[in-house]
């Protein structure tokens, strides 16, 4: 098994030894209540020993809570997804691979955390309460109102143990609110690895322009200008799905990609429409629907593989756990560049109003993969397709998808997420 992944995903416990060990705290769960009211839920850890932990979350779905405790022991059962209330849709347990427990929480209506504090044992309760307030709100705030924290839960155990522990270890950095794979070597030398992805081709020509243009060969001339800007720039190992006026089916896109060891893969189309006035590029990540539609065709298809781990070992319970985290740190790396592309794209080429969009898009659908699709411009409108097709324009708005790679791994770390195996075209 990856090094990295056993951190990353935390699950690695024998699957006939569900129940995690105690260790220095030896911390038990005695139980988790919901108190809901109105717009208000309030979350009770009931816990024996002083928790250690730290508080995450990721945008999936309604959003997901997600608690991390460097030390917590908790029963099989625990170890299964169950209903919540109020705000919470359904919460459970998993091992973490460090000896850890971390606690997951979807919401059945998106909420912020307006308070999370430790109550200790006094008045003649004996027990620990670890309690987090929710408040109803959208996605930005929840997302906002995951405070600072420390990177990691051994500077929170080494925090703990180098004196009194606060009442509240909060999570890590605003780039890290979801937990991420170590990269495997010296961040300083190591190469990102960027797929991309040109459209359609071969017998697959694509939508059409007006003067006859096809989108199989624009997308092909801006992922060749792509490629040659990154690997000027030296930062990057650059696959090509494809070099050349080949045809590939999505399902082959995403596996090259996946195979790859992909940090991040970049699929380029021209969009089409009937009414010939409209303009404009956007960015497509994957849609709820789609997540679940991966999930499912993993499942169907017996590869329920994610950061080089075959989550069916650990049963279904618990593997979907680990697929769902998965794909919730994947969907918040694909936003994360798509929010950087449009911010670069703009005054560098016309966009759509209502740019960032979501679809369920099968070149999409790799759940360890961070992906967008650019649309880069209508190749049904006559002005869009004369810039699709000059070289100003693709230098120039290449460079922008340039940037914002840069950006975003700079940023954001961007720590290699797939199996780095065979690539493709180079």
């Given at each position: 098994m990856?090094?990295g992944?056993?951190?990353?995903i935390?699950?690695?416990?024998?699957?006939?030894?569900?129940?995690?060990?105690?260790?220095?705290?030896?911390?038990?769960?005695?139980?988790?209540?919901?108190g809901?009211?109105?717009?208000?839920?309030?979350v009770?850890?009931?816990?024996a020993?002083?928790?250690?932990?730290?508080?995450?979350?990721?945008?999936?779905?309604?959003?997901?809570?997600?608690?991390d405790?460097?030390?917590?022991?908790?029963?099989?059962?625990?170890?299964?997804?169950r209903?919540?209330?109020?705000?919470?849709?359904?919460?459970?347990?998993?091992?973490?691979g460090?000896?850890?427990?971390?606690?997951?929480?979807?919401?059945?209506?998106?909420?912020?955390?307006?308070k999370?504090?430790?109550?200790?044992?006094?008045?003649?309760?004996?027990?620990y309460?670890?309690?987090?307030d929710l408040?109803?709100?959208?996605?930005?705030?929840f997302?906002?109102?995951?405070?600072?924290?420390?990177?990691?839960?051994?500077?929170?155990?080494?925090?703990?143990?180098?004196?009194?522990a606060?009442?509240v270890l909060l999570?890590?950095?605003p780039?890290?609110?979801?937990?991420?794979?170590?990269?495997?070597q010296?961040?300083?030398?190591?190469?990102?690895?960027?797929?991309?992805?040109?459209?359609?081709?071969?017998a697959?020509?694509?939508?059409?322009?007006?003067?006859?243009?096809y989108?199989?060969?624009?997308?092909?001339?801006?992922?060749?200008?792509?490629a040659?800007?990154?690997?000027?720039?030296?930062?990057?190992?650059?696959?090509?799905?494809?070099?050349s006026?080949?045809?590939?089916?999505?399902?082959q896109?995403e596996?090259?990609?996946r195979n790859?060891?992909?940090?991040?893969?970049?699929?380029?189309?021209?969009?089409?429409?009937?009414?010939k006035?409209?303009?404009?590029g956007?960015?497509?990540?994957?849609?709820?629907?789609?997540?679940?539609?991966s999930?499912?065709?993993?499942k169907?298809?017996?590869n329920?593989?994610?950061?080089?781990?075959?989550?069916?070992?650990?049963?279904?319970?618990?593997g979907?756990?680990?697929?769902?985290l998965?794909?919730?740190?994947?969907?918040?790396g694909?936003?994360?560049f798509?929010?950087?592309?449009?911010?670069?794209?703009?005054g560098?080429?016309?966009?759509?109003?209502?740019?960032?969009?979501t679809?369920?898009?099968?070149?999409?659908?790799?759940?360890?993969?961070?992906?967008?699709?650019?649309?880069?411009a209508f190749?049904?409108?006559?002005?869009?397709?004369?810039?699709?097709?000059s070289?100003?324009?693709?230098?120039r708005?290449?460079?922008?998808?340039?940037?914002?790679i840069?950006?975003?791994?700079?940023?954001?770390?961007?720590?290699r997420?797939?199996e780095?195996?065979?690539g493709?075209?180079?």
């Open positions: 990856n090094l992944l056993k951190i990353w935390g699950l690695a416990a024998a699957a006939s030894s569900l129940a995690v060990a105690g260790g220095a705290w030896a911390e038990e769960l005695l139980g988790v209540r919901f809901p009211n109105g717009d208000a839920t309030r009770v850890f009931d816990i020993g002083a928790p250690v932990y730290s508080i995450s979350g990721v945008e999936t779905g309604e959003g997901r809570l997600i608690i405790f460097a030390d917590l022991s908790v029963g099989p059962a625990d170890l299964k997804y209903p919540g209330k109020g705000h919470i849709a359904r919460y459970g347990f998993a091992a973490r460090d000896g850890g427990v971390r606690a997951l929480f979807d919401f059945k209506k998106t909420a912020r955390i307006s999370a504090f430790v109550l200790e044992p006094k008045d003649g309760v004996t027990k309460r670890l309690v987090i408040q109803t709100a959208d996605k930005q705030r997302i906002a109102s995951l405070p600072p924290q420390y990177p990691d839960l051994t500077a929170v155990i080494e925090q703990a143990t180098a004196g009194s606060p009442d999570p890590p950095s780039s890290q609110k979801e937990v991420a794979l170590p990269p495997r010296d961040p300083a030398t190591q190469k990102r690895v960027v797929v991309i992805d040109a459209g359609h081709g071969g697959d020509p694509g939508a059409q322009g007006q003067s006859g243009t989108e199989k060969n624009v997308t092909l001339a801006a992922a060749l200008e792509l040659a800007i990154l690997k000027k720039r030296g930062n990057y190992d650059v696959v090509l799905t494809r070099n006026d080949a045809k590939l089916k999505p399902d896109r596996t090259l990609a790859a060891g992909a940090n991040l893969f970049v699929s380029l189309h021209a969009d089409a429409i009937a009414a006035a409209v303009r404009g956007s960015v497509y990540t994957l849609s709820t629907d789609g997540t679940a539609r999930a499912k065709l993993a169907a298809d017996g329920y593989t994610v950061y080089d781990l075959d989550v069916a070992e650990y049963g279904e319970e618990v979907g756990i680990m697929f769902d998965a794909q919730g740190a994947t969907h918040t694909s936003s994360r798509a929010e950087k592309l449009l911010e670069n794209l703009a560098k080429t016309p966009l759509l109003g209502r740019s960032h969009r679809g369920d898009l099968r070149v999409l659908l790799a759940p360890d993969v961070p992906a967008v699709l650019f649309e880069m190749i049904s409108n006559a002005k869009d397709e004369a810039n699709l097709n070289t100003v324009w693709r230098k708005t290449m460079k922008a998808v340039a940037d914002s840069d950006q975003y791994f700079e940023e954001y770390g961007g720590q997420f797939a780095n195996g065979a493709g075209a180079n």
